[in-house]
């Protein structure tokens, strides 16, 4: 059974770091596009740093450059997401999801295509 479990969320003040974690089963993550995406009240799902597995090339949203970064575990089958610098603009429920097939990294982060979802985990930036 292919299953997503996301961990590493909080509470954190502005300029603050975090890094979450995606730890997969059931599949291996470096066959996949994996992606991490987020969604803040009111508003739609947001890709935020995309990967290719098999290759390891990224992308990721202009409102994280420099602040955020991916990385994985291919013995743990784990995605990370490290932020650092975070603002308050930066709350919102944090989810990985992955694809089989994309036209590109871009493209899964900007569509916000995934085919499997984890639960998500809370972020909250805030004094």
Same mark, same amino acid.
Not at 38 to 55: D, I, L, N
Not at 94 to 99: E, K, L, T
């Given at each position: 059974?292919?299953?997503?479990?996301?961990?590493?969320?909080?509470?954190?003040?502005?300029?603050?770091?975090?890094?979450?974690?995606?730890?997969?089963?059931? !599949?291996?993550?470096?066959?996949? !596009?994996?992606?991490? %995406?987020?969604?803040?009240?009111?508003?739609?799902?947001?890709?935020? %740093?995309?990967?290719?597995?098999?290759?390891?090339?990224?992308?990721?949203?202009?409102? *994280?450059?420099?602040?955020?970064?991916?990385?994985?575990?291919?013995?743990?089958?784990?995605?990370?997401?490290?932020?650092?610098?975070?603002?308050?603009?930066?709350?919102?429920?944090?989810?990985?999801?992955?694809?089989?097939?994309? *036209?590109?990294?871009?493209?899964?982060? *900007?569509?916000?295509?995934?085919?499997?979802?984890?639960?998500?985990?809370?972020?909250? *930036?805030?004094?």
């Amino acid at each position: 059974q292919l299953q997503l479990v996301e961990s590493g969320g909080g509470l954190v003040q502005p300029g603050g770091s975090l890094r979450l974690s995606c730890a997969a089963s059931g !599949f291996r993550l470096d066959d996949y !596009f994996i992606g991490w %995406f987020r969604q803040a009240p009111g508003k739609e799902r947001e890709g935020v %740093f995309c990967m290719r597995g098999s290759t390891g090339t990224t992308f990721y949203s202009d409102s *994280v450059k420099g602040r955020f970064t991916i990385s994985r575990d291919s013995a743990k089958n784990t995605v990370y997401l490290e932020m650092n610098s975070l603002k308050p603009e930066d709350t919102a429920v944090y989810y990985c999801g992955v694809v089989r097939r994309s *036209v590109s990294v871009q493209a899964m982060c *900007v569509l916000g295509r995934s085919d499997y979802w984890g639960q998500g985990t809370q972020v909250t *930036v805030s004094s």
